[in-house]
């Protein structure tokens, strides 16, 4: 559910982090609802709901907010202001009366998020995809862009959603975004990638992750 603090503004569940209660804006089983439809337009099937995008990934607003009553009556400006203020993961950004998603692209798109500048990204891969990644290198067979982690624990962490025991694949991205693979910071855990050579890519020994960190 999203609710409202007098102080900081929307936030999901039951408290603000200052313990504020606040009023609720949208029930669980709504926002649930909005997530997964503004999700499909932005990052999926834009086309679908007749949704024009910008090759940044943008759409106005108004279009949007039309677009997404046709299937939830209920939908509005203020709500999806509430959606993206609220979540945790930032997956979404408004900016100039247009929206867009910040990641997570099925479609295809050109962000422009600002250049990584980390030296090292880290991928967590099941057993039997990580040797294929280490001999063809890494890219998304259902996604514009590959999603690293920037850290080899939170690429563990990411890894364990598909694989009970992930393992993870160092990127060095300070060469290869030297030899051109465009790298870009999405926000504190992801950077999202073109697709990059074998020869930029090593696996890490599982003895060597701080997984007790987690
Ligand atoms: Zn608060």
């Known amino acids: 559910m999203i609710r409202r603090c007098p102080q900081h503004g929307f936030f999901r569940g039951e408290r603000c982090e200052c313990g504020e209660t606040g009023s609720q804006v949208l029930d669980a089983t709504r926002t649930e609802q909005l997530g997964r439809l503004v999700a499909g337009a932005l990052r999926h ?5 007749g949704l024009a995008m910008s090759p940044q990934g943008w759409v106005e607003i108004p279009i949007l907010v039309d677009a997404l009553r046709t299937r939830h009556r209920w939908a509005n400006e203020n709500l999806l202001v509430a959606l993206v203020q609220s979540d945790p993961k930032q997956r979404y950004e408004i900016r100039q009366g247009r929206m867009r998603a910040r990641y997570g692209h099925s479609v295809d798109v050109e962000l422009d998020h600002p250049e990584n500048q980390l030296d090292e990204l880290f991928y967590g891969a099941a057993e039997e995809e990580a040797d294929r990644i280490l001999e063809v290198g890494l890219r998304s067979a ?21 694989t009970s025991n992930p393992r993870v694949i160092r990127v060095d991205a300070a060469s290869a975004q030297m030899a051109g693979v465009r790298m870009m910071r999405v926000n504190d855990n992801i950077v999202i990638s073109d697709p990059i050579p074998a020869q930029y890519l090593s696996q890490i ?10």
């Open 45 to 49: 099937f834009p086309d679908d709901m």
């Open 142 to 162: 259902s996604q514009r862009y590959v999603h690293l982690s920037t850290s080899p624990e939170k690429a563990w962490h990411v890894g364990t959603f598909r």
């Open 205 to 214: 020994p599982s003895r060597d992750l701080k997984l007790q960190t987690q």
